[in-house]
């Protein structure tokens, strides 16, 4: 539940690239320029060379086999400024489905690229507007020697700049089914792809993806023909842990500026920190904080400690579900001490109440979570 020397220094370390080389202000030029790519090149192949797309990955894949620990220190750290990179898309979500489900062959020769920031990679499974990880239409035919891809995928992060595309379709089963679900690495080039990027309010980089009569092989499978939901369970789980780790970054800049401005603004000649109810606000803000520190540290220990499915299952559910309360407290009560001001476009606070609402949708939200949790204790 604490960093060690190694950990803490890579903290350290990542909060100085952040806030020197990418914060806020790049965010917020980067809007307002309406960059293609919707991220800087430049600030990821630093970070690349920083090792963080190398984090978890074995040394035989070419990674540094520091733990998602160390992972989800950086990731903290990238939440805080809102920094804008693959790094969640292509490391926590996409490279993990191929550490954990990707066959010898397709780790030894994406991983090591994936560390190199040569490959961008991402996953696309959502269909509907609220997350249902089972929910797929989209199909997969077998034809000859391959499969035939049709269907549709919304929210697809990072979709109009990722290299290749994991798309998981349905070879068998009802369109709700566990069963049946086969995922397919695809590259967003082939004949029959289609990619439009999507302006969400928060600015992060989502897609929807539309795929005609896509030909792919049978190399292209990832885990096995009907078994997809067995790689999607265990991977998602490591992306809702690492999502938690980036909003609890967030919550925690967000409440760091709320408290300074609560020590600057004067109201009848006194600081409004003074208030006494503004005080009790702010406590309450800090207890749910470090509530969800411990939630984070937590699952992100399991990981490291390959502790059973079924455990890291909870601990992701309840990760998502209290960092994203916490997260949805401290950004509208940043908004509110702010007072007007906050409202307008002049003052960062209002970037974070927005990532939120994004962040609290992606591979569900506190309802969907707090569920989910209910189902894997058997009630």
Not at 45 to 62: F, Q, R, T, Y
Not at 132 to 148: E, H, L
Not at 298 to 314: G, N, Q, S, V, Y
Request: glycine residues 10%; proline residues 2%.
């Amino acid at each position: 539940m604490i960093l060690n020397e190694e950990q803490t220094m890579l903290k350290d370390s990542a909060r100085d690239f952040c806030t020197n080389q990418a914060p806020i202000s790049q965010f917020r030029k980067m809007r307002d320029e309406k960059t293609p790519d919707g991220f800087d090149r430049a600030t990821w192949n630093k970070m690349v060379e920083l090792g963080w797309a190398s984090i978890p990955w074995s040394d035989e894949h070419g990674g540094l086999a520091f733990g998602y620990k160390g992972l989800g220190v950086v990731t903290e750290e990238t939440g805080r400024t809102l920094v804008a990179s693959p790094l969640y898309a292509t490391v926590w979500v996409g490279g993990t489905v191929i550490n954990i489900g990707g066959s010898a062959a397709q780790k030894s020769e994406l991983l090591p690229k994936i560390s190199t920031g040569e490959l961008l990679l991402t996953l696309a499974l959502e269909e509907s507007h609220r997350h249902a990880p089972y929910q797929v239409a989209t199909t997969a035919a077998k034809s000859g020697n391959g499969y035939v891809l049709n269907g549709e995928k919304s929210f697809v992060l990072d979709g109009h700049v990722a290299d290749k595309l994991i798309v998981a379709s349905r070879t068998s089963g009802g369109a709700s089914d566990r069963a049946g679900i086969t995922l397919f690495l695809v590259d967003r080039k082939t004949s029959g792809v289609s990619v439009n990027r999507l302006q969400l309010v928060d600015c992060r980089n989502a897609a929807k993806v539309t795929l005609k009569n896509v030909n792919v092989g049978t190399d292209a499978i990832i885990g096995g023909v009907g078994k997809g939901a067995d790689v999607l369970d265990p991977a998602l789980d490591v992306a809702r842990i690492g999502l938690a780790a980036e909003m609890f970054g967030a919550s925690q800049e967000c409440f760091d500026r709320t408290v300074a401005y609560l020590k600057e603004r004067e109201q009848f000649g006194v600081k409004i920190g003074t208030f006494q109810a503004l005080k009790h606000r702010a406590a309450n803000m800090f207890c749910e904080i470090e509530l969800s520190k411990s939630c984070v540290l937590e699952a992100l220990t399991a990981l490291d400690e390959a502790r059973p499915a079924a455990e890291i299952a909870k601990l992701a559910s309840l990760a998502k579900t209290k960092v994203g309360e916490t997260f949805h407290l401290v950004s509208r009560e940043g908004i509110q001490m702010h007072g007007g001001i906050g409202m307008t476009d002049e003052f960062d606070i209002g970037f974070f109440i927005k990532r939120q609402a994004v962040a609290e949708q992606t591979f569900g939200d506190a309802s969907f979570h707090r569920n989910r949790y209910g189902e894997l204790e058997g009630y």
